[in-house]
């Protein structure tokens, strides 16, 4: 069932608003994620409402440069990015390409994380 969350990082200078029905949640195991530990959900760009400016976060890229995370500058949790772009072998096999953002589900207040089933990303062989 969809609903609106609330969500921010450890000291809440960054505050945000999502409307999803979080069914899973995505667990990456390419070396960034698996170190980071975010349990990703991914939603449209309308259904994240952002209360913090994204030009107050500190953000990192790397690899390709098309994946961008945001973390808060001064506790340093990561509560949302947007994903890398999708290849031309992912396009080729049918993969539809996602302008959307990942939401870090540990960062949403009333969620049980434990309870949600996991959903396997194998980054690492991308």
């Not at 808060?72 to 996602?98: M, N, S, Y």
């Not at 994380?113 to 959903?119: D, E, H, R, V």
């Amino acid at each position: 069932m969809r609903r609106t969350y609330n969500g921010s990082c450890h000291c809440g200078k960054v505050r945000f608003e999502v409307t999803a029905d979080i069914d899973h949640v995505r667990v990456c195991d390419c070396s960034i994620c698996r170190k980071r530990g975010a349990l990703n959900f991914r939603v449209e760009e309308a259904d994240l409402s952002l209360t913090t400016p994204l030009e107050e976060l500190s953000s990192y890229q790397w690899g390709t440069r098309t994946a961008k995370d945001y973390f808060c500058p001064t506790c340093g949790i990561l509560p949302f990015r947007r994903p890398r772009h999708t290849t031309a072998a992912e396009l080729g096999g049918g993969i539809k390409p996602f302008t959307g953002w990942a939401i870090n589900v540990r960062c949403l207040d009333d969620v049980d994380i434990f309870s949600l089933p996991q959903k396997i990303i194998h980054g690492s062989k991308l």
